[in-house]
């Protein structure tokens, strides 16, 4: 597999050079006094503990239906078990820290944490997935008695309790701020960036995700500047390189109003997350000439799991989701993973079938939804 780099690399260098222009233009976003441009100088954990680079838009239902918003930092497991090893966790930045997160997972009896910081006002950084806070920066962390209980929720077969402490604490570029690695079936670092600045265009109903930064998400890796670090970041990303494909890299939303492409919510959920009853028809972040049914758990028949095919430009059976609009046709999916044909139709431009019919063949004049069939709407 070729690894992604030319498109990712021309991408990071304009919006570097876009976020760190607007950081400095005012002093409401200006960057904090006597730090050093660029935003990101150090690799969040040192660059031989880092297996592969996942980009934005990584599917992995049913806890990420949607396409993420944050990239992946997959560590080093030379054992080959379901703990990964332990990292040490460094600041990518001078950074403020605004606050810590732990997540006690019920299920699996243990806790990790996440940070958010701060360049400037407008740009939001979060590490997630982070086993352990420094405890010389943050102090105690193994009691909550002065944290908020933000929320308790179940995803993807684990229930969650949340708990928050707001905070401002400054950090330097490549100073410890704890560990990544080590927790049951945690096997990546998750970074994201929200821009306030940046707003994802074409979305089918922005009101979905008002109270999120999804529409916000840009690469972290555009924050880097051009040199040895981000050079070897970019060697770890793990990305077919599809030569001529401009939708390479396409990254969190990928809604095309008025087709099937992009986020679904299942009818009558008005909630956004948790996102295991939804579904998503896009494209691969790591095979990017594959279309994918991400699904969730509301369709009869058909498990969650992200069910890929190469996409056709005519005809009814795997048709690029692009191509299909509101009419009385039915288009159907043939994938490895079930044994039969999965439907789907557009009734109007805000409303889509899906069914999965066990044993159906690829004749488009056997295909027909039943009482099984599951309305998903914008």
């Not at 039969?340 to 295909?367: C, F, H, K, Y």
């Amino acid at each position: 597999m070729k690894q992604y780099r030319l498109s990712i690399l021309a991408g990071t260098i304009l919006i570097l050079s876009i976020l760190l222009g607007a950081c400095t233009k005012s002093p409401e976003t200006r960057l904090p006094a006597g730090r050093a441009e660029p935003i990101f100088t150090v690799s969040p954990m040192d660059i031989e503990s880092i297996f592969r680079i996942v980009l934005l838009g990584n599917l992995n239902p049913p806890g990420h239906v949607f396409p993420t918003d944050h990239i992946y930092f997959y560590i080093s497991n030379p054992d080959g078990d379901n703990h990964p090893d332990i990292v040490t966790l460094y600041s990518p930045g001078d950074l403020t820290v605004t606050a810590i997160e732990a997540s006690e997972h019920v299920t699996a009896g243990f806790f990790d944490y996440s940070i958010t910081l701060r360049p400037c006002e407008d740009i939001t950084v979060v590490l997630g997935h982070v086993s352990s806070l420094s405890t010389e920066i943050f102090g105690d962390t193994s009691v909550f008695d002065k944290w908020t209980l933000t929320n308790e929720y179940s995803t993807g077969g684990e229930t969650y309790r949340s708990w928050r402490k707001a905070c401002t604490i400054q950090v330097t570029a490549g100073e410890t701020l704890g560990t990544a690695g080590g927790n049951l079936d945690q096997y990546a670092l998750d970074l994201g960036v929200y821009d306030q600045r940046h707003t994802h265009d074409n979305v089918a109903n922005p009101n979905r995700w008002l109270e999120t930064w999804y529409l916000h998400a840009v690469c972290p890796l555009s924050l880097y500047e051009e040199g040895p670090v981000l050079d070897k970041l970019l060697d770890l990303v793990y990305q077919d390189e599809v030569e001529g494909d401009s939708r390479t890299g396409s990254g969190t939303l990928q809604d095309l109003p008025g087709t099937a492409q992009g986020c679904w919510f299942l009818s009558g959920v008005s909630d956004t997350y948790p996102e295991d009853p939804h579904l998503a028809l896009v494209r691969s972040n790591i095979h990017p000439a594959r279309a994918v049914l991400s699904v969730g758990n509301s369709i009869p028949n058909l498990y969650s799991a992200a069910y890929e095919f190469l996409p056709e430009t005519s005809g009814l059976l795997n048709r690029d989701f692009r191509d299909i609009a509101p009419d009385e046709q039915i288009f159907g999916f043939q994938v490895d993973q079930f044994a039969g044909i999965i439907i789907v139709q557009m009734p109007d431009a805000d409303t889509l079938w899906i069914e999965a019919l066990r044993g159906a063949n690829v004749n488009p004049a056997s295909w027909a939804f039943t009482d099984d069939k599951t309305a998903f709407e914008r």
